[in-house]
């Protein structure tokens, strides 16, 4: 089972540079060894901005290719913090925490990250609710105040699906509806969600 850092210390300490985030990533992602994805071959060498090349074909890739890291300029270390971040709170994080935490100059990219950390975390294929499932649906949003100050409401409409487990709950799953009316929550209740919609929530 592996380690986790408890600590931001432990963070610190684990992944001190971006060559420590790489090595983490590349053990993740080629356990046995690098493998290329064109050739299948095992010989490569590195080669600037974090790109491997293959020896045998020469085809170029990364260890954040097809992940979240993918594309961004901004270092694996800041990655890794966020990551920290959302996965250490018990109450969840929000983008302004992330922001403020990171240092981040935009809140944008914080919220950008966040909800691309939020989908990674959906595990692909996982189990349907099962058991007694209680549904119900609510409004979440904020007032926002525009230029010219003048509050308006920005709420959107969200089923939840509750799994009982004994006498608390068990596994939550969450989606946007358009409205609620019982087809909407029929479609959410019966038919298998997407991933893009849906999270599933442990609690317990």
């Known amino acids: 089972m592996e380690d986790y850092p408890r600590t931001i ?5 684990r992944f001190p540079d971006e060559g420590a985030c790489r090595g983490y990533l ?3 992602r080629w356990p046995d060894g690098f493998v290329c994805p064109r050739c299948r071959s095992k010989e490569v060498w590195p080669a600037t901005r974090g790109r491997l090349v293959c020896r045998a074909c020469r085809h170029q890739t990364s260890v954040t290719a097809g992940t979240i890291f993918q ?4 270092p694996l270390r800041l990655w890794f913090r966020a990551i920290w971040q959302v996965t250490s709170q018990k109450t969840g994080a929000s983008a302004v925490a992330v922001q403020q935490v990171l240092g981040l100059g935009s809140y944008l990219t914080a919220w950008t990250w966040l909800h691309k950390l939020r989908r990674a975390m959906v595990r692909p294929g996982r189990e349907r609710l099962c058991g007694r499932v209680e549904v119900d649906e609510t409004q979440v ?3 926002q105040i525009d230029s010219t100050e003048n509050a308006e409401e920005s709420k959107v409409l969200v089923v939840i699906a509750a799994e009982e487990d004994g006498r608390g709950i068990g596994r939550i799953r969450m989606a946007r509806i358009p409205e609620a009316s019982r087809a909407a ?8 969600p997407s991933s893009r919609e849906v999270w599933c929530i442990p609690t317990g």
């Not at 210390?9 to 300490?13: I, N, P, R």
């Not at 929550?185 to 298998?192: E, V």
């Open 9 to 13: 210390l432990e963070l610190e300490e």
């Open 26 to 28: 590349m053990q993740l």
């Open 71 to 74: 594309d961004t300029h901004k």
């Open 141 to 143: 949003g904020t007032e």
């Open 185 to 192: 929550l029929h479609a959410f209740s019966f038919n298998k």
